[in-house]
């Protein structure tokens, strides 16, 4: 009876004794998850830091480009409107000095 008895007490300490390694295991694992679930963040941070700066220089470049195209069609429209009234301009003043030269004002 004493020999189970002490079989009993020895199996108890070995689970108590089990039972501390894997709550040790367990906070050391917790731990390192932890460890790592902030490493992960941080470098997720920067990762998309730099992506939303990229993407803020992309859509710069892209809206410059557009508003440089924009600027030179405008011109282009703007220079031929002027050349257009400038043209018509020359016959009405052609007319004006033909009129004062032949005297029918």
Known sequence: MEEIIKSITEAEARAAEIKAQAL????????????????????????????????????????QSKYDAAIAEKRAEAKNYATKCLEQSELQVEEIVRRVIGGNC
């Open 24 to 63: 040790s295991q367990a906070a050391e694992i917790a731990e390192r998850a932890e460890t790592r679930a902030a490493e992960i963040e941080r470098a997720t941070a920067e990762e998309c830091k730099t992506l939303r700066e990229s993407a803020l220089r992309k859509a710069q470049a892209e809206a």
